[in-house]
């Protein structure tokens, strides 16, 4: 589970993306009006997957991590330390 802010943030909108694109919303959606020469289904697709590009984005923004805080360039198995460790010892 989330401990952030930004974390549960982001929870609540992934879910709200999954409740936009399940069926009761989109029986409410589908009707036979046009939009811009298009179906209301249509607008409401092209917004779910906008909307979650979007969701993607800000959530790469928000969660970030830090260079010191990434498990996979610190450690002792970083930059060469593994070649060390696992070389013949030299007479």
């Given at each position: 589970m989330p401990s952030t802010w930004r974390g549960w943030s982001l929870l609540v909108?992934?879910?709200?993306?999954?409740?936009?694109g399940i069926w009761p919303v989109i029986g409410w959606i589908?009707?036979?009006?046009?939009?811009?020469g298009m179906p209301s289904l249509i607008i409401w697709s092209y917004l779910i997957i906008f909307?979650?590009?979007g969701a993607m984005l800000l959530g790469n923004c928000l969660l970030r991590r830090?260079?010191?805080d990434d498990p996979?360039?610190?450690?002792?198995?970083?930059?060469?330390?593994?070649?060390?460790?696992t070389e013949a010892p030299r007479d």
């Open positions: 909108i992934f879910l709200l993306l999954v409740v936009m589908n009707q036979q009006t046009l939009l811009w909307a979650c590009s830090r260079r010191d996979l360039t610190k450690g002792p198995l970083t930059r060469g330390s593994l070649a060390k460790e």
